[in-house]
């Protein structure tokens, strides 16, 4: 057979294909170019491309899979070799790389249409395992029948890669336990493997070294979130944990069950670590329990001193190495407790009612609402019933004062803005922006993985990091291509590069900042669309027109400090294309239900998603040119709504 290899087909494979098809098909079976052209472009399906390789430097194409993606199951939709090249086991060779790409996504089953008649082709399949399913009368035309076949991947509930258990870890070599119904898997397939990127059924616990912000341990529960996994720790727990007040906060919601618990102490100190729930003091395994409860990161310790009463000195995470050495006795049953309870929930918070703040920065060089807006804001919100004061992150002790927190200044999750939202939602606060959607938004990586996962259109994208970038996913790229840091914003942190030598030179500067990178296709156009939502509806629609003499909106290079941003345009919600709308509405509602800028293209037909963003511009002479004050005032009803809803419902950190 020769030596062989596949690789994902391009445009500049459509000539072959098309041939391939004429060669293979019948005139009325056969794809047509334009269907063609959408399996290469399309989100949800692929061509898969057979080469027979000379040398190093040739190859010639001789066959093609192309495949339909599906949240359960993969569709084989076409499998043709040239008439040339059959007879050797080509064929065999395509599918068994298709059932290993099926394996590999997660998929349960692989499924396909076969032509009735062709009892040697049925045989061929069944040969792998799949068996016929439906009879399909009519199916490529009147008189020719087809037969639907399935080959079930998923057989084996035991194996522990079909439980959805799965241990990250930073080195598999170095784990040494066994753990029955657990998948031990390494940080690096994580985040790259297929079936953990195309399947909700995965229950993650993230036990890599480090969870630092863009540490691939921080990336792992950040996308384990985007792709709907049930993660530990999530993100938002890590810093719970690292931040002295937020961690005060919590543990004062289990006070009087820590007073009762350690009365009887004569000590005036207790250390306890608390490994999955579980400590080395089995005396206090119940205490130990309800703080993982509450905090719910795989390992820490915590002190407690007492002086009249017991008080929480300081919480420590402690990293897996830790735990190997000093706990080993304790780890590997509480990892198969762990997997074997159900998920803990965060206990109910206290909560508060009727004064509003905006955070707000004098010095932010891009504001999210001009001095004008801010005043439109407080009068709004005094006619909705609000008192309003205005508060900057001086006033971080203070948020218990008021029952409403809007921040006005931007934001981004290692800054104090999130600091503010999440000690605001501890305290019981309705906020806005939430905590989860700074964290959301402000990560291109994440929205990339929630969207695709959302079956949004996106520019075609590419999760880039130093160990991905061999030759195949190089001649999969197409230029111009644009690379975004993970948390850019405002046009910074985003770079176009014209060819692999440009993109060599501006991965190697973007490496030290993040891991991972997202590269995308480029589509120009002269505007961006920004639609703004709030409660999962349309609020207003402008045209963000591109910097003059510039690809993006913003363009900060210093030689051009006056016209740095483009012109903007109102447009009516009821002018803005229905497909424009929805797919605003559809994006936004994957993030939560509070207020967000959707930034979308159209390009040849077709509506994209760039991006979704907290904390909106909103300015006067802008985005309220349209609705005027009944902007700001739709916005500050929002709020009323939320904290009378909130004081009907119980409020859970989740």
């Not at 430097?57 to 499998?79: D, E, M, N, P």
């Not at 753990?179 to 297929?194: C, K, N, P």
């Not at 490994?275 to 993982?292: C, H, M, Q, W």
């Not at 948020?399 to 605001?424: K, P, Q, V, W």
Request: a neutral charge.
């Amino acid at each position: 057979m020769g030596k062989m290899r596949i690789r994902e087909a391009s445009f500049d494979d459509l000539d072959f294909l098309v041939q391939l098809e004429a060669n293979c098909f019948a005139c009325h079976r056969k794809s047509t170019r334009r269907s063609i052209r959408t399996s290469l472009t399309s989100a949800n399906q692929k061509i898969y491309l057979l080469e027979k390789v000379k040398n190093a430097h040739q190859s010639c194409s001789i066959g093609a899979a192309t495949v339909f993606f599906y949240k359960r199951s993969l569709r084989l939709y076409s499998i043709a070799i040239h008439p040339d090249y059959r007879g050797h086991g080509m064929g065999d060779f395509l599918l068994r790389y298709i059932m290993g790409v099926a394996q590999l996504r997660g998929h349960e089953r692989v499924t396909l249409e076969a032509d009735a008649n062709n009892a040697k082709l049925i045989a061929w399949y069944e040969h792998f395992s799949f068996s016929i399913r439906q009879h399909l009368p009519d199916y490529y035309a009147p008189g020719e029948p087809a037969v639907r076949m399935v080959n079930q991947l998923r057989d084996d509930s035991d194996n522990a890669i079909y439980t959805g258990n799965v241990v990250v870890v930073d080195q598999v070599r170095k784990w040494p336990i066994v753990i029955a119904g657990v998948e031990i898997v390494s940080a690096r397939d994580y985040l790259t493997q297929e079936r953990f990127r195309n399947s909700e059924r995965y229950h993650v616990l993230n036990l890599c070294h480090s969870y630092k912000s863009h540490s691939v341990g921080y990336y792992v529960s950040l996308l384990a979130s985007a792709r709907n996994h049930r993660i530990v720790p999530l993100v938002m727990a890590v810093k719970d944990l690292t931040n002295p007040a937020i961690a005060q906060s919590l543990i004062e919601e289990i006070d009087p069950f820590i007073q009762q618990r350690l009365a009887a102490l004569k000590q005036s100190t207790l250390e306890l670590p608390v490994i999955l729930g579980k400590t080395t003091e089995v005396e206090f395994n119940d205490l130990a329990k309800k703080l993982f409860t509450l905090f719910e990161v795989p390992f820490f310790s915590v002190v407690f001193t007492r002086t009249g009463q017991w008080k929480l000195r300081q919480v420590k995470r402690l990293n897996l190495c830790t735990v190997f050495d000093h706990y080993p006795d304790v780890l590997p049953q509480a990892v198969d407790r762990y997997f074997q309870r159900k998920r803990y929930r965060r206990t109910q918070l206290k909560q508060h009612e009727y004064d509003l703040a905006i955070l707000v920065n004098a010095e932010d060089p891009t504001p999210p609402s001009c001095p004008q807006a801010l005043e439109k804001f407080r009068k709004a919100a005094e006619q909705v019933g609000f008192f309003v004061e205005f508060i900057d992150k001086r006033d971080y002790r203070r948020l218990c004062e008021f029952d409403a927190l809007f921040i006005r200044e931007t934001t981004g999750i290692e800054n104090h803005t999130y600091r503010f939202a999440r000690h605001a939602y501890t305290e019981g606060l309705v906020v806005m922006d939430d905590p989860w959607s700074i964290l959301r938004c402000s990560n291109k990586i994440y929205l990339y993985e929630r969207l695709t996962r959302g079956r949004i259109r996106q520019p075609r994208s590419w999760l880039l990091t130093r160990h991905t970038m061999n030759d195949a996913l190089k001649k999969s790229l197409t230029y111009p291509l644009v690379l975004k840091l993970p948390e850019s914003s405002f046009s910074l942190g985003v770079y176009q590069v014209e060819n692999e030598s440009d993109l060599a030179e501006r991965l190697k500067a973007m490496y030290h900042h993040s891991d991972l990178v997202i590269a995308q296709e480029f589509l120009p156009s002269s505007y961006d669309w920004r639609i703004g939502v709030l409660d999962q509806q349309p609020l207003f629609a402008c045209k963000y027109y591109m910097a003059e003499g510039h690809w993006q909106i913003y363009n900060w290079h210093p030689e051009n400090p006056a016209n740095h941003s483009g012109l903007s345009e109102p447009v009516a919600l009821a002018d803005v294309p229905d497909a424009v709308l929805k797919a605003a509405i559809k994006s936004s509602s994957l993030i939560g239900d509070g207020l967000y800028g959707v930034d979308l293209k159209e390009v040849n037909g077709k509506v994209y998603v760039i991006e979704i963003n907290d904390n909106p511009n909103i300015d006067v002479g802008v985005e309220d040119i349209l609705l005027g004050d009944e902007l700001y005032r739709t916005i500050m009803r929002s709020f009323y709504h939320r904290i009378e809803r909130e004081r009907q419902q119980p409020r859970y950190v989740l």
